[in-house]
């Protein structure tokens, strides 16, 4: 649908370009894919995803890959 919209972006700080980019689009949501992480401690967090859960303004759908 028109309303729907994917845009792949490349930065040297893709933390902030995200939200930059989140923020210049009224984003409602982010769909986030994450690389698989080899130990349980970084199971859960990354400082990409941490990034955007403090910083994003929309909802954001993380995705663990595996």
Known sequence: TENFHVKI?????P???AVNF???HN?????????AKESIKDFFHS???NY???HAPCDLFMI???
């Open 9 to 13: 972006v490349s930065s040297g700080t």
């Open 64 to 66: 663990r890959q595996n």
């Open 15 to 17: 933390k902030r370009a």
């Open 22 to 24: 989140m923020k210049e």
């Open 52 to 54: 955007l859960a403090s």
């Open 27 to 35: 984003a409602d949501l982010a769909v986030v894919m994450t690389p």
């Open 47 to 49: 400082s990409f995803t």
